[in-house]
């Protein structure tokens, strides 16, 4: 499920009718196009997978209980860091296991992540980086979140992180990074279990 919000371009519908999709939820066919949504900024995505891939068990929605609502993830990739497949493959895993998922594109700042994940009231934020320079990046995003008393949203990230910087990602309030070889299930049961459970809809 995929939370689609003001959305302004798709290579396959007209504009008119694009225009007139409301603010809603709504879920994509396995083989729909990747969506525009400049709405917090200009490269900010909506992941909706082009072809389908083995991703392990990583469960579905189903397993959400009746009335429940879906933990809200943002994916993002902070920096100059151009290199976004494995951020993809983790937004798809973790959307086809029921959550909501908004990818924020490449080459984002922190504000802009933060902004977006404020907007969108998620829960969790991923990270990925792969440019070495995820020390000063997802300290700041860890600072702004929480200068807008907004530290509850939980912070994980993945890329090419030594062994060493670990511990200092940790202190910061980073709560887990996962490294080349972690697998979509192992990323996918650690959000289960660490961030929010599913509120209960009511009515």
């Not at 809603?24 to 083989?31: F, L």
């Not at 943002?74 to 951020?87: E, I, M, T």
């Not at 200068?147 to 030594?162: L, S």
């Amino acid at each position: 499920m995929i939370r689609c919000a003001l959305i302004q371009a798709a290579s396959t519908a007209t504009p008119e009718a694009i225009r007139g999709i409301p603010r809603v939820h709504r879920e994509m066919p396995p083989k729909a196009p990747l969506i525009t949504r400049p709405d917090y900024c200009a490269t900010t995505l909506v992941l909706v997978a082009a072809e389908q891939r083995d991703l392990g068990d990583v469960g579905s929605g189903a397993e959400l209980a009746r009335g429940s609502t879906p933990l809200r993830i943002v994916v993002a990739k902070p920096g100059l860091d151009g290199h976004d497949r494995g951020a993809k493959v983790v937004a798809r895993a973790l959307r086809d296991a029921g959550m909501e998922v908004i990818y924020t594109g490449l080459h984002q700042t922190p504000e802009q992540i933060v902004r977006t994940a404020l907007a969108e009231d998620a829960d969790a934020i991923g990270l990925s980086v792969l440019s070495g320079a995820h020390m000063t990046l997802f300290a700041r995003v860890v600072e702004l979140l929480k200068a807008e008393r907004a530290d509850d949203i939980v912070v994980f990230g993945g890329g090419i992180i030594p062994q060493a910087d670990r511990a200092p990602l940790s202190e910061m309030g980073v709560a887990a990074v996962f490294t080349p070889g972690s697998s979509m299930a192992e990323v996918v049961d650690w959000v289960r279990a660490n961030v929010r459970p599913p509120r209960t809809a009511t009515s």
